[in-house]
């Protein structure tokens, strides 16, 4: 499985991300994880220490290996790099391993905008689109809002593109620009996940307000998620409940992709 995750900042999109993770790692599936949001928490929800996970160096910031790999240096004048880059064995040199998960830490592309085609987005994209297309482990991404680490060979091959969606406006109105621009750049499939929902009128908001697009579960609101953050503890282990609503989504994706 490969799966892609976007939605609103703050909506629980990491999350989701570290509770998938968690439950293809506990049934003995290597996983790589992959921050590519620069508002990096994956770590954290992940319960890896916070001194821990400030050690973990970004790719986006391994200016040697961008040099090497590219030849050119990040944040220079130049125009003239590789463009497919080795990236081959990034995964297992520089991911930092919790039991069966390895975490990729994407880091902040720090120069223009978008269309960034600097060495460093170079570099991520070149990484993410060997994760999706290479790779024989699970590969969970955890996305920012504007997909720019996407290319349009990588989402293409995505498995499944999951929009995590709290019952608010905002966020219905974030997860429909994320689809349009999923569309754009030719994913084939994307799903909903309700974040923080109290009831049923929430289940229902968020079904009516995304129609069109299936909605695979629910993480309700919990506290004991708040309490995992503010503990420094992973969510996994620390919400069992919020763990079982995304064993049920996971049990649903593999019945779409495994039969």
Not at 66 to 95: C, H, Q, W, Y
Not at 105 to 115: A, D, P, Q, S, T
Not at 240 to 253: S, T
Request: aromatic share 6%; proline share 4%; charged share 25%.
């Amino acid at each position: 499985m490969k799966l892609a995750i976007a939605g609103k900042g703050g909506v629980g999109k990491t999350t989701l991300a570290s509770l998938l993770a968690e439950s293809y790692a506990s049934e003995g599936t290597p996983v790589i994880a992959v921050d590519a949001d620069p508002d990096a928490n994956f770590a954290g929800a992940l319960g890896i220490p916070a001194e821990v996970a400030s050690q973990i160096t970004p790719v986006a910031e391994l200016k040697d290996l961008i040099e090497e790999r590219t030849g050119a240096k990040p944040g220079g004048a130049t125009t003239f790099f590789k463009l497919n880059p080795m990236v081959d064995d990034i995964p297992d040199g520089f991911s930092f391993s919790k039991g069966n998960i390895k975490l990729l830490v994407m880091g902040k592309v720090r120069r223009g905008g978008g269309g960034c085609m600097c060495p460093e987005s170079t570099l991520v994209r070149a990484l993410l689109s060997h994760l999706v297309l290479a790779r024989s482990e699970v590969i969970i991404v955890d996305m920012e809002a504007g997909l720019e680490h996407l290319g349009r060979g990588t989402a293409q091959s995505v498995d499944a593109f999951i929009i995590v969606a709290e019952p608010g406006q905002r966020s219905i109105d974030t997860a429909r620009a994320i689809e349009r621009l999923a569309k754009d750049i030719g994913v084939r499939n994307c799903f909903v996940v309700g974040s923080k929902t109290r009831n049923e009128s929430d289940h229902r908001f968020i079904h009516d307000s995304l129609r069109g697009l299936e909605v695979l579960g629910f993480i309700d609101y919990d506290h004991q998620i708040l309490g995992a953050d503010r503990q420094g503890l992973g969510v996994f282990d620390a919400a069992p409940k919020a763990a079982q609503q995304v064993r049920e989504i996971k049990h649903k994706l593999d019945q779409v992709y495994q039969g």
